[in-house]
């Protein structure tokens, strides 16, 4: 398959064109892709990067007369939403999301950006603020389409997905060439695998992700993203059953193949496996839950978190 060069316009269906926005990066693949759903009334789904020339080529891609009315944004990355502001004010259309960049986040990953944990990987648009908040299950339809709102938080709290038909609109939560990040306090690996298991069972034929090309097969796509992160996991017990370790020195056991330059990645991804596993009982603290803790494995009979068991 030819790799598509922004500011290519591609007509993916009837009633369904993919801008990519000129920002590739070993994050975003070959750019973040914006979606136009519709014909002549039209919805925007994931703006995109701050960027001219992209709000340029969104603007291109509309055939005479087409409008935008509805503008959507699956989370508030800053590949994502930067461009809102900018597309706002050249159609006044609304936006709809499911809130701001820390609506959604459970008590946990609260706790631990009290706690000063920064976020890490993709930047957080901390300006951003739709002005349509959507609930989960929800229906928002316009001229000739329809979108059922999906309340996914794991790779950010306030990530949604958005249902058409048989297809699924998946921003960064499920895509094909890369496993989601899942980066604490904004990421949150429990969340992640419950909202993957229920895109599973949705059964839908196409995922069309925030980043590279569609998922024609989204049920197997979703068990290798759960196989992959269960298989961490394993990993990650493996290497506390000798004793105490922090999450660096874990990573440094696990990724034994990855580059210095990625292992601080690799390590809040370990981070991330803990925070899970602290809440299921399986591993617990020395102290307070955080970054830099030493985890041990549990005894069978540990209290769960909230239960004094960090």
């Known amino acids: 398959m030819q790799t598509p060069r922004p500011p290519t316009c591609e ?3 009837d009633g369904l064109r993919r801008v990519i926005a000129p920002n590739p990066s070993p994050m975003t693949h070959w750019g973040t892709n914006t979606y136009i759903l519709g014909e002549g009334q039209v919805a925007v789904i994931d703006p995109g990067p701050d960027s001219p020339a992209h709000l340029r080529a969104i603007q291109d891609a509309l055939a005479p007369g087409e409008t ?24 006044g259309a609304p936006v709809f999301a499911f809130g701001d960049s820390a609506a959604g986040q459970s008590a946990v990953m609260r706790d631990l950006r009290a706690g000063g944990l920064a976020g890490g990987g993709e930047g957080v648009d901390h300006d951003f603020t739709p002005d349509e908040t959507l609930t989960d299950q929800c229906e928002v339809a316009g001229a000739g389409w329809s979108l059922r709102a999906l309340w996914t938080p794991g790779h950010m709290s306030n990530h949604m997905c958005f249902q058409s038909g048989d297809m699924i609109f998946t921003g960064d939560h499920v895509m094909g060439w890369a496993s989601s990040l899942v980066s604490p306090p904004d990421g949150d690996l429990t969340d992640f695998m419950a909202a993957t298991r229920r895109l599973r069972d949705l059964d839908a034929a196409l995922f069309l992700p925030g980043h590279g090309p569609t998922v024609s097969e989204p049920r197997q796509r979703c068990d290798w993203l ?16 000798a004793g105490p370790l922090s999450a660096d020195e874990i990573a440094r056991q696990v990724y034994t193949e990855v580059a210095p330059e990625l292992l601080g990645a690799a390590t809040r991804n370990v981070f991330a496996h803990l925070i899970d596993l602290v809440q ?9 839950l955080a970054a830099q803790a030493r985890f041990h494995r549990c005894r069978p009979d540990a209290p769960r978190i909230g239960e004094n068991a960090i």
Do not use: N
């Open 11 to 13: 007509k993916l269906a």
């Open 226 to 241: 759960l196989e992959h992160r269960i298989s961490r996991e394993r990993d990650i017990l493996k290497a506390l059953a």
């Open 68 to 91: 935008i009315t509805h503008i959507f944004v699956t989370h508030s990355h800053v590949d994502h939403s930067t461009l809102v502001p900018m597309l706002k004010q050249t159609c």
């Open 280 to 288: 299921r009982g399986r591993v617990c603290t020395e102290g307070t």
